[in-house]
């Protein structure tokens, strides 16, 4: 949305890019009439997207508009097209020579870049969020001499932001997709588009990873990366892929998603013990295939598994690794933690032997991406290191949805530090801040600053499967909460007779008013009323500003509400089962044990994340006994199980009640059968069983059937899965 005139300082930067003075070699528009024109040195679509893009900011500037045209250029010209000596893939060179001025390209998008840079350093244009920018209206156009040469960082810049359906922002923020750069948008998880196991699988198991005593095709598994037939099968594949694809040269051959299901068979086995990694297998693969297509570019996924670098093969030149850092965790740098310090350790590994590194990062969090996310102090210097170990290509994955966490100012920095790494961090948040939140930049500036300082401080972990529950003994303390939600309630103050600005304030609140949500849930305590008025106001600014989903499995905000009230709120009739103590039989994982003393009857629910509440068990059968304290008279017994596919959490086959008086003689009560769900959604299923009249019990037994290995449609294929439990209701 245009915003005119609200830029900090506008007046001195107005003075500064417009006026006519002794330096000003060439004028574009005068008194409202174009006096220059857009010439085309080379026809083709990248020039006329720039020349377009020239011509529509010089008309919403002064209202003229300058024609484009072909031929020869004259004096007073803007140039664009042909080849810059100076600047590499992406990069271009401004130049003011012989009363003209000329943009030209050191390939590809070259040419764009150097409109919006000609646009953005000396015509005044800022470019934030979706058709979200500002500019100064002038009738006359002036430019001072320039001569400007720029080459990015990387030569290929990818972000997941809501702004790239905007087509001037995806410019703006010299952004890229996959599909315009890997043939047939073959960029990751590629194994089983290549080779699908539902095809292949039941006649060629052998093609597939040996996993726990067997073969296991299936969508997330690996293939058996020794078995030569495997290889004729792929280069067939390729060349057809090639041949349909003449105009690019770069493919992803990348293993399926989900960790630990590489081959270990004999063969595999033996390589990764010489190269130190399962990677061994997949380089010396790829570089067969890198060998056999030497004009293509072979890209393959360093990632989980295969994170470190091999210890003997080197991946050929034209073979690129895409390096994942996913386990990372965000409070720091990379350089500054025990996960971050791991994965730097594999880049520098990687970096000692390849030239060729695609960095993947991950930079919100997926579990909870409308909740508070205080990452900037990590931006700069994480992707400086990526520069520094020969990383050419970089993916910062926000999932930058409208509502993420402040997604428009992260993505704004992000497209502009992957460009060039060395700008100043908070000069580009402040820049942000003043230009698209205008007076009340100050409030939401102090308000980052002061959760950062309360993250830091706290000493707990920020990780992308994050809960906000998890900090809110630290950054989301009743007492920073209570500072953050005045600076908002000032920040709206502040624009409150704009309603542009007033939205942009509101839009970025909800991350705080959903992670204050997230802890009230957690508090027996709460004030229900507050809640409640919290919860409807959020609905509504849900609905308001079109938010469709919470987190990286596309919950909808109006299920979350809906299920909110019924899950979180208190209910009329309380649980029998409240405070009983719990009596192990089978006890859940290590890690569970402390907190399942009371989680499973404490009146408190789990969220959409495993951190906090649940308690899980893996790849093995649950069972333990309620003792209610003395006998209670109930008809209904439900116990609460988490549906998350991403994290290995599945559901059980079943679950089994059985009642006592005396905790020795046992009585059926009933079991509850689970469906296979392969939805990606986060889900709450209860496994309800309720009698046809009531009985009276002080003990109930709960006996939990788990499906033991993961299903060959599941990430974690021939591996344990989970399964996690909360609270068992009696009523």
Not at 254 to 283: H, L, M, W
Not at 290 to 316: C, G, N, Q
Not at 544 to 556: M, Y
Request: aromatic share 12%; net charge negative.
């Amino acid at each position: 949305m245009k915003r005119i005139g609200r830029m900090w300082g506008l007046a001195a930067l107005s003075a500064f890019l417009w006026m006519a003075d002794a330096s000003a070699q060439l004028t574009l528009v005068k008194d409202g009439k174009a006096v220059s024109r857009i010439v085309l040195s080379e026809k083709n679509d990248i020039n006329h997207q720039a020349a377009d893009l020239l011509q529509d900011f010089v008309q919403r500037i002064s209202g003229a508009s300058l024609p484009i045209v072909e031929g020869k250029a004259k004096a007073g010209d803007v140039v664009i097209g042909g080849k810059s000596a100076e600047a590499g893939e992406d990069g271009f060179t401004i130049c003011t020579e012989q009363n003209q001025l000329r943009i030209t390209s050191g390939g590809d998008k070259g040419s764009i870049y150097g409109v919006v840079t000609l646009l953005e350093k000396y015509m005044g244009v800022s470019y934030y969020a979706y058709k979200a920018y500002t500019l100064t209206p002038s009738k006359t156009i002036t430019l001072p001499e320039i001569h400007l040469s720029e080459t990015p960082a990387f030569r290929y810049r990818q972000s997941f932001s809501y702004g790239c359906d905007d087509p001037i922002y995806k410019m703006w923020f010299r952004l890229e997709e996959p599909d315009e750069v890997f043939i047939d948008n073959m960029w990751v998880h590629t194994f089983d588009r290549l080779m699908p196991s539902d095809v292949y699988g039941k006649e060629h198991p052998e093609y597939y990873s040996y996993i726990n005593g067997e073969h296991r095709p299936g969508n997330h598994s690996q293939w058996c990366l020794t078995n030569p037939d495997v290889y004729n099968f792929v280069v067939q594949k390729l060349d057809s892929i090639f041949k349909a694809n003449p105009d690019k040269k770069l493919i992803s051959v990348s293993q399926n998603d989900g960790n630990n299901t590489f081959c270990t068979c004999e063969n595999c086995r033996k390589v990764y013990e010489e190269e130190g990694s399962p990677a061994g297998a997949y380089i010396r693969f790829m570089n067969k295939l890198a060998e056999r297509f030497p004009d293509k570019e072979i890209s393959t996924l360093a990632y989980l598994f295969t994170m470190h670098p091999p210890k003997k093969v080197k991946p050929l030149p034209n073979v690129n690794i895409m390096l994942c850092d996913i386990d990372c965790k965000r409070e720091v740098p990379l350089t500054d933690n025990a996960s971050g310090r791991e994965f730097v350790e594999a880049l520098e590994g990687w970096s000692a032997i390849s030239d060729n590194i695609f960095v993947w990062d991950y930079g919100i969090n997926f579990d909870n991406m409308v909740s508070c996310f205080p990452n900037f102090h990590v931006l700069q210097k994480n992707i400086q290191l990526f520069k520094k170990n020969h990383a050419t290509m970089h993916f910062a994955q926000v999932n930058g949805t409208k509502g993420t966490d402040f997604s428009e100012m992260r993505a704004y920095m992000i497209g502009k530090l992957m460009w060039d790494p060395y700008q100043n961090a908070d000069s580009l948040m402040r820049s942000f801040m003043n230009g698209y939140y205008g007076a009340a930049a100050p409030y939401l500036y102090q308000y980052q600053k002061i959760m950062q300082g309360g993250l830091l401080a706290s000493g707990i972990d920020l990780w992308i499967y994050d809960s906000p529950v998890s900090h809110k003994n630290g950054m989301l303390n009743d007492r920073l909460c209570k500072t953050y939600d005045e600076l908002f309630d000032q920040a709206e103050a502040a624009v409150a007779s704009d309603t542009t600005l007033l939205n942009r304030v509101q839009l970025s609140r909800l991350s705080l008013i959903y992670s204050e949500l997230e802890i009230a849930r957690t508090k027996t305590n709460q004030d229900v009323a507050k809640v409640r008025q919290q919860l409807d106001y959020f609905r509504q600014q849900c609905r308001k500003f079109g938010i469709k989903s919470l987190n990286e499995r596309n919950n909808a905000p109006v299920d979350y509400c809906d299920l909110y009230e019924k899950r979180f709120l208190p209910q009329a009739e309380k649980s029998k089962a409240l405070g009983s103590k719990v009596i192990w039989l089978q006890k859940p994982g290590e890690r569970y044990q402390q907190m399942a003393e009371t989680a499973l009857t404490d009146g408190l629910f789990g969220g959409t994340t495993f951190v906090e509440s649940w308690v899980g068990w893996e790849g093995v059968d649950g069972s333990f006994i309620l003792d209610l304290g003395e006998e209670k008279e109930f008809s209904t017994v439900e116990a609460d199980f988490l549906h998350q596919l991403g994290q290995w959490i599945l559901l059980p086959e079943k679950v089994t009640y059985s009642i006592s008086a005396d905790n020795q003689t046992y009585q059926p009560f009933g079991s509850f059968s689970f469906a296979e769900d392969r939805d990606p959604q986060v889900k709450f299923v209860g496994g309800k069983v309720t009698s046809d009249k009531p009985v009276k019990a002080c003990y109930i037994k709960v006996e939990v059937d788990a499906i033991g290995m993961c299903p060959t449609w599941h990430y974690g294929v021939g591996h344990p899965a989970w399964f996690f439990m909360d609270e068992v209701t009696v009523l």
